[in-house]
């Protein structure tokens, strides 16, 4: 079974992403698929987006803009919940991937409910990486997330995800994270409900400004171990 771009939608999180959005929407301008940005920061990226969308009427693009911070997963889920469409993902908003490589993504739905991009397996394309100590960083965090999740995907960071929408939205729910963990309950809760998601290799370039510090990693190692086993203090 193929899948149809017309069928897909791409959720874009977009916090503060005025300043380099523009180069993404310029390669979706030719998509055929719904786009939805959410918009929850407090620069002009949803003026970015909305001019960009009145000057290409054939684009289905939809600007959704939140007065308070949602999260890459709160952001992630507003914007999955309003698709309509049979299949639904989702994209970073920085460039760090391309609209072709989420279509080949989505073009893989027919044989799984989800489908998520990784640059950690043979086949993927990564010209540009990230800095030697981001890598370690990126590793221990899988390795924790293997053990303790018991996932089996080599990059659950990777951001660049294509669902079923039926299945996705049926687990949203269940899904707490609000922030960059939200990746990794989302493929546990598909997991633990019985959804097949499979990972393909990806074509990625890390972008600088990245919104991932030491800092955010903590937060995230202590959300899922919350997530896991119960309330921390």
Not at 72 to 97: E, I, N, P, Q, R
Not at 161 to 174: I, M, N, W
Not at 197 to 214: A, L, Y
Request: proline share 3%; aromatic share 10%; charged share 25%.
């Amino acid at each position: 079974m193929k899948v149809s771009e017309e069928d897909c939608t791409i959720v874009i999180p977009a916090y503060n992403e005025a300043g380099r959005i523009g180069g993404l929407l310029d390669g979706l301008a030719e998509y055929h698929g719904q786009i939805i940005v959410v918009c929850d920061g407090d620069d002009n990226t949803a003026g970015v987006v909305r001019s960009f969308a009145e000057s290409h009427p054939s684009c289905r693009m939809e600007c959704r803009e939140y007065n308070e911070r949602l999260g890459k997963g709160g952001g992630v889920t507003a914007g999955l919940m309003h698709a309509k469409t049979l299949y639904a993902g989702f994209m970073d908003a920085d460039g760090s991937t391309t609209i072709h490589e989420m279509k080949r993504l989505f073009s893989h739905l027919s044989d799984a409910d989800g489908i998520i991009g990784s640059r950690w397996i043979e086949g993927a394309c990564v010209p540009v990486r990230q800095s030697k100590g981001r890598q370690v960083q990126s590793r221990l965090f899988n390795l924790f997330v293997r053990l303790v999740f018991s996932l089996p995907f080599y990059d659950t960071q990777c951001g660049a995800k294509v669902f079923r929408t039926k299945a996705v939205q049926a687990v949203l729910s269940s899904v707490q994270s609000q922030g960059f963990e939200f990746d990794v309950e989302l493929l546990w809760q598909m997991k633990r409900q019985g959804f097949v998601i499979q990972e393909v290799p990806i074509r990625w370039e890390d972008q600088p400004d990245s919104r991932v510090g030491s800092t955010t990693g903590f937060a995230m190692l202590k959300g899922l171990l919350k997530i896991r086993f119960g309330r921390l203090p």
